[in-house]
Structures are given as C-alpha cells and as structure tokens.
C-alpha cells in the first residue's frame, strides 16, 4: 500500500499553523509520522524549539532525513 502513495511535501504555512495550535508545553516532541524527506520536523523543531521525532518507513527517506537534520546539526531531531 505504501508503495501506491507519492510523496507529498507538506505546505510551510501547514507547519506554522500546526506550531501556533500545539497546546502542550514546550519541551513536548513532536512525532512525525511518515516524515518523508525529514523537511517539515526540520521546520516545525526551527519554529518550535521542540524535540522532534520523526518516523518514516522508507529507510532511504530516513536516512536522507536523518542526514539533513545531522548537516544542520541539529540534534534534537531524530529519525526512525
């Protein structure tokens, strides 16, 4: 089933609204399901400061998330 799904970048002002309605407290993470490339939890953790978790079955869409968050350093964005 997966496999019958294109990969959808989600919209930037998606994330802000998202960020801007999270009614938890900071230190919270936020867990991406099916992050893709990585792009919208390396967004929402700049936005929020939140730890984010992002989780992805594709594992070359992991690694290449994994790798994105690694070059910008940061380390509070993790991929499974």
Known sequence: ???????????VRLLLLVAEELGCPPSTPIVDIGSGVGRSGVLLHLFTGRPIVQVEYDPAYSAEGAALAARLGLH???SW
């Open 1 to 11: 089933l997966v496999e019958m799904l294109p990969y959808q970048p989600t919209c």
């Open 76 to 78: 509070e964005v993790r």
